[in-house]
């Protein structure tokens, strides 16, 4: 599985690399948002200094129509660099642009998908990741795991490249479940990241172990003996 972080903020991008398996950086207008009016182009390539290259980066179009799509792809991947996956909502302009986009070689991740449908359709133009709305879909009482699956299924019928990048997510459950369904891959924010430890009962073993370890040895640890 591949976990990525659906966040800007540098400081947390480089504790969690640091700590974590991440797999990559996602970020949309949104995301953007939550840290200011951040140096666009410069931040995004602090983020490719902190991942490297063997880490995904992707960075989502703001333009709505198939002209600006393209242009907005170009702007990225010029100022950023050529590995990015340009991330492109997928309705009608956006579907467009894919096709344009990936013949051109672009990497493209399709976004805002909230339907099979649209992950059918990026699937079949050649998207290299699909992003599925886990939590949104959930909220409007569309089943996500059915969604997820049946994506994962038309990718191995087809036996397209195409990986499912789930997004959207409100607790750890969404995310796991995420991955039982199919997904290759899931984007979460720092948020949910950290409570995948927080169960209070992992503390509670770890603290009863240091106890009888201290009932025995009393304070000399492994490393002192
Ligand atoms: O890029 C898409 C986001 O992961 C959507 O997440 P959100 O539903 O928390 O805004």
Redesign the pocket.
């Known amino acids: 599985m591949e976990l990525l972080l ?1 966040t800007v903020n540098l400081e947390q991008i480089e504790k969690l690399v640091a700590s974590m398996p991440i797999a990559g950086v ?3 207008p ?2 953007i948002k939550q840290e200011g009016k951040i140096d666009f182009f410069n931040h995004m390539k602090k983020i490719r200094e902190i991942i490297g290259f063997e880490k995904t980066l992707h960075v ?1 179009v703001v333009a709505t129509n198939y002209e600006g799509i393209l242009a907005d792809a170009k702007a990225i991947k010029e100022k950023i660099d050529p590995e990015v996956y340009i ?1 492109i909502p997928i309705n009608d302009e956006g579907l467009h642009a894919i096709k344009t986009l990936k013949a051109e070689g672009y990497n493209i991740t399709g ?2 998908m909230y339907t099979k449908i649209q992950g059918l359709l990026a699937i079949s133009a050649g998207a290299d990741f699909i ?1 599925p ?4 879909m959930e909220n409007q009482n569309i089943d996500s795991f059915d969604v997820l699956a049946a994506m994962s299924q038309e990718i191995e019928r087809t036996q397209a490249k195409t990986k499912i990048l789930a ?4 607790n750890i459950r969404q995310v796991t479940e995420a991955f039982e369904a199919g997904a290759q891959a899931a ?3 720092t948020d949910i990241v950290k409570t995948a430890f927080a169960m209070p009962s992992i503390n509670q073993a770890v603290v009863d172990f240091n106890a009888d370890w201290a009932s025995i040895y009393g304070d000399v640890t492994i490393a002192e003996m």
Not at 167 to 170: E, L, P, T, Y
């Open positions: 659906d996602t970020s949309n949104s995301i989502q991330k976004t805002a992003a709305y886990f939590n949104r997004a959207s997510f409100k984007t979460v924010g």
